[in-house]
Structures are given as structure tokens and as C-alpha cells.
């Protein structure tokens, strides 16, 4: 019961911070995807937001994932996470992280941590963006609390004026290490209006893969 609590105190936090923030004027992306086959439900959700602040660029994600096979619920995870980033000179920048995720497979379902890092724009150009960053922090569990090292880069190709490819690869160090790969390829309909055909893989502790064909809006 606590824990469920503690849940729900965490995921009302950041709806609060969704809500009320000054994120309203800023800009960024959402994606619903997946199928429903033969009584087999697949379900991905995602949602991307910067917005800045003074000197700091502030960017909030959200990830969530469910999966049904015969009537048996065989993944439900999600996560979501607040950043905020100070550029210090045209190719890095400092930045702290807290991000909360939740695995009910997983022997520890939920996860808290606090990072602090160091972000490097590797390469800038009309087609081709790439970002490394490496975060130190502190990991909160149901079974205690540990140090975390956490490495992740991005990368994104402008293939033609409305086709775009991205890949984002996190890896976390810790007592149970946890691996994420996201690639996707996006089409732009209109400005606003987007559709894409992404591929997650997760080990967190155990391997996972989800294609999934997704609508987006920009905003």
C-alpha cells in the first residue's frame, strides 16, 4: 500500500509540473502507436517537451508501454523523466536529471534517481546531429539506494526534407544494469502532423523488442 502511495505522489508531481509549468509556451512532441491483433494488444506511448527558463533549456520526457498475449499482460512499464541543461559554450553543457521508471516484471519494480552530467554536441549540420552525455547520481530502491553511472547518445539524419531518422541509446550502470535502444524513422504530413515506424529495445534485466508503427502531432 506505501509503495502504491509513494507511486501515485510521484506521478501526480509531475503531472502538477506538466500543468502549471511555464512549459506551456514551449515545444515538443507526441506519439501514440501499436496494434491489436487476434486479441493480442500492443501499446506505446511517448511524449517529448523543452521549453527554456532564464539561462536553462528544461526538457521532460515520457515513456509507456503495455502489452496483453492471449489475455495475459506480459509487459507494463514506463517512465518519466526532468532535465535541465546549461549550455556553457556552443559544444557542451552541464545538466541535472531526475527520472522515475516503473517495471512490474522486473524484480525491482520501481526506480528513483538524481543525476548530475556533462552533455557534448559531437557534430552540428543542416542534416546531421549527434550528442553524447555521461551522468553521475544517486539510485533509489525498494532495496536501498546505490550509485548509478549513466551514459547516453543521440543521433539524428535529415534523409529528405520530410523524412527524418533517430536512435537514442542509453545504458545505465548498476546493480541491475538497464539498456534502452530507440530508433525510428518519422514522415511529416504537415507541420504538425507526423507518423513514424519505431523499434525499442530494452534489457532491464531481461531482453525486449517492440516495433511499432506510431501517429505523432508537434507542437
Known amino acids: 500500500m506505501k509503495k502504491r502511495i509513494r507511486d501515485a505522489l510521484i506521478s501526480g508531481a509531475f503531472c502538477v509540473i506538466i500543468l502549471f509549468s511555464p512549459m506551456a509556451n514551449g515545444t515538443g512532441q507526441v506519439d501514440f502507436g501499436g496494434k491489436y491483433d487476434d486479441g493480442d494488444l500492443y501499446v506505446i506511448t511517448s511524449l517529448d517537451l523543452s521549453w527554456e527558463s532564464g539561462s536553462w533549456e528544461k526538457d521532460i520526457e515520457f515513456n509507456y508501454r503495455y502489452q496483453d498475449k492471449e489475455d495475459i499482460r506480459t509487459t507494463n512499464k514506463g517512465l518519466i523523466a526532468f532535465k535541465q541543461r546549461y549550455e556553457f559554450n556552443p559544444k557542451q ?127
Do not use: C, H
Open 93 to 219: 553543457y552541464v545538466f541535472s536529471l531526475s527520472r522515475y521508471d516503473y517495471n512490474e516484471f522486473r524484480s525491482i519494480n520501481s526506480r528513483l534517481q538524481s543525476n548530475i552530467g556533462w552533455g557534448y554536441k559531437i557534430l552540428r549540420t543542416e542534416k546531421i546531429k549527434m550528442s553524447n552525455e555521461f551522468a553521475i547520481g544517486v539510485l533509489y530502491t525498494d532495496v536501498g539506494t546505490e550509485v548509478i553511472f549513466r551514459n547516453s547518445l543521440w543521433f539524428f539524419y535529415k534523409v529528405a526534407p520530410k523524412l527524418n531518422f533517430t536512435n537514442k541509446f542509453l545504458y545505465e550502470a548498476s546493480d541491475i544494469p538497464l539498456l534502452r535502444n530507440e530508433t525510428a524513422f518519422n514522415y511529416l504530413l504537415t507541420d504538425k502532423i507526423k507518423i513514424s515506424l519505431k523499434n525499442i529495445y530494452t534489457e532491464d534485466p531481461y531482453s525486449d523488442n517492440f516495433l511499432s508503427f506510431n501517429i505523432g502531432y508537434i507542437f
